[in-house]
C-alpha cells in the first residue's frame, strides 16, 4: 500500500533563501511522481511531474529529483520570494494500479520579507 | 481548454440538506476523478471514472454519497442528507489514462460547509 510522508510539516524562511522540501514513499513501483502547489482555500497546480526514468525536473526556480531505490523525492526552491508561500504536496501512484493519486499531508511554506 | 472547472466554488448548506457539485474536465480527458480534503490534510481519493463508467469507489465514500459521469463529459457529485464530518474541500481532477505521460490536473475545488 502506497504511503507518502512529508517533512517538514512548515517552514518559515525569509526572502532569498533556498529551500529543501522532502517527500518520501512506500512502493517504489511508480511510474512518476508529481509536485503540486496550494495556496489557501484554493485547488492544486501542478508544479513538475517527474517520470521515473528521469532523475530531475526543473522549472523556472523550482527543481524536483526523485530517487525510486531510496523511496524520496526532493523539492527545491531557489531564491525564495513571499509570492512562494503556500502549501506543496507531492503525490505518488497508488500500489497495483494507475488508478489514483496518493497525497502527502503538505508542507506549509512561508516566507517572509 | 480552460483546465479543470468546478461549481459552485462554495457551498454553505444546514446539517440534513442535499447538496450537488459539478465538474468539467479537460475535454480530451477520459478519466475524472474526485477528491476530499480537509484542513491540514493532504487530498483524500473518493471515485474515479474512466469514460462513464465508475471503476473505484473509496470506503470514504459513504452510501449518501453518488457520483454519476453521463456520456464520459461532466461529472456530478451529490452528497445526501449532509453531516457536518462533511465539511471540506471536494477537488476534482483529470487525466489521459492513468496520468502516466501528463500527470493529473485539478480544478479550483469547491469548499463545503455544513451548519
Known amino acids: 500500500k502506497q504511503e507518502v510522508t512529508q517533512i517538514p510539516a512548515a517552514l518559515s524562511v525569509p526572502e532569498g533563501e533556498n529551500l529543501v522540501l522532502n517527500c518520501s514513499f512506500t512502493?517504489?513501483?511508480?511510474?512518476?511522481l508529481q509536485w503540486f502547489r496550494q495556496d489557501p482555500g484554493k485547488g492544486l497546480t501542478s508544479l513538475l511531474l517527474?517520470?521515473?526514468?528521469?532523475r530531475e525536473q526543473t522549472s523556472g526556480r523550482l527543481n524536483a529529483s526523485l530517487d525510486k531505490s531510496s523511496g524520496r523525492s526532493t523539492l527545491y526552491i531557489a531564491a525564495s520570494q513571499p509570492g512562494d508561500s503556500a502549501t506543496y504536496l507531492c503525490?505518488?501512484?497508488?500500489?497495483?494500479?494507475?488508478?489514483?493519486?496518493?497525497f502527502g499531508a503538505g508542507t506549509r511554506l512561508a516566507v517572509h520579507p | 481548454d480552460t483546465g479543470v472547472s468546478q461549481d459552485p466554488r462554495h457551498k454553505i448548506t444546514k446539517r440534513g440538506q442535499n447538496v450537488t457539485f459539478r465538474c468539467d474536465p479537460i475535454?480530451?480527458?477520459?478519466?475524472l476523478y474526485w477528491y476530499r480534503q480537509t484542513l491540514g490534510q493532504g487530498p483524500e481519493f473518493l471515485t474515479y471514472?474512466?469514460?462513464?463508467?465508475?471503476?473505484?469507489k473509496s470506503r470514504l465514500l459513504s452510501d449518501r454519497f453518488s457520483a454519476e459521469r453521463p456520456k464520459g463529459s461532466f461529472s456530478t457529485l451529490e452528497i445526501q442528507r449532509t453531516e457536518q464530518g462533511d465539511s471540506a474541500m471536494y477537488l476534482c481532477?483529470?487525466?489521459?489514462?492513468?496520468?502516466?505521460?501528463?500527470?493529473?490536473?485539478f480544478g479550483s475545488g469547491t469548499r463545503l460547509t455544513v451548519v
Open positions: 481532477a483529470s487525466s489521459l489514462g492513468g496520468g502516466r505521460h501528463y500527470g493529473y490536473t
Open positions: 512502493d517504489s513501483a511508480i511510474y512518476n
Open positions: 517527474i517520470q521515473s526514468s528521469q
Open positions: 503525490a505518488a501512484p497508488h500500489s497495483g494500479g494507475y488508478n489514483k493519486l496518493i
Open positions: 475535454s480530451e480527458h477520459n478519466r
Open positions: 471514472f474512466q469514460n462513464e463508467a465508475q471503476l473505484e
